[in-house]
C-alpha cells in the first residue's frame, strides 16, 4: 500500500471551515481517481468526496454544496475544502488514490464506505478534525 502524504485538520468552531491536502509521490497520479473518506468514532467509513483526473466531481449527500474537492495534477496534489462544518463533521479524514481512471457514481451513492475503500490501493494516514461550539 502506498502512502500518501496529507496535510492540514484541526479544530473548527461550528460553522467554521478547514481544508485538507494531500499529495502523491509521482505522476502517475495525475491520471487516478482521488478521493476523501472519513470516519467517526464508532461509526463506519464514509466515502464523502471524489474527483477525476479531468476534473469532474462526485459527493456524498452530507457534504453536497458544503465541501469541494480539487486537484492540481502538476503538483501532485488534491484538497478538500471543507465549510459550514457541523460537529457530525468530525472524524479522521483519509486521502485516497485509485489506480484508475474512473470514479464511479456508486461511490457516493449508498453506504457502503468500506466496500468502495477496498477499490483505492493507496492511503494517507488520517487527519483528524474536530468541531467545536
Known amino acids: 500500500q502506498v502512502q500518501l502524504k496529507e496535510s492540514g485538520g484541526g479544530s473548527v468552531k461550528v460553522g467554521g471551515s478547514l481544508r485538507l491536502s494531500c499529495q502523491a509521490p509521482?505522476?502517475?497520479?495525475?491520471?487516478?481517481?482521488l478521493g476523501w473518506f472519513r470516519q467517526a468514532p464508532g461509526k463506519a467509513r464514509e466515502a464523502i468526496a471524489f474527483i477525476e483526473h479531468d476534473g469532474d466531481t462526485l459527493y456524498a449527500e452530507p457534504v453536497k454544496g458544503r465541501f469541494i474537492v480539487v486537484r492540481d495534477n502538476a503538483e501532485r496534489t488534491w484538497s478538500l475544502q471543507m465549510n459550514k462544518l457541523a460537529p457530525e463533521d468530525a472524524g479522521a479524514y483519509f486521502c485516497?488514490?485509485?489506480?484508475?481512471?474512473?470514479?464511479?457514481?456508486?461511490?457516493?451513492?449508498?453506504?457502503?464506505?468500506?466496500?468502495?475503500?477496498?477499490?483505492?490501493?493507496?492511503w494517507g494516514k488520517g487527519l483528524q478534525v474536530a468541531v467545536v461550539s
Open positions: 485516497a488514490a485509485r489506480q484508475y481512471m474512473a470514479c464511479y457514481h456508486r461511490y457516493v451513492e449508498g453506504d457502503e464506505g468500506d466496500k468502495v475503500a477496498s477499490e483505492f490501493e493507496s
Open positions: 509521482d505522476n502517475r497520479y495525475a491520471r487516478y481517481c
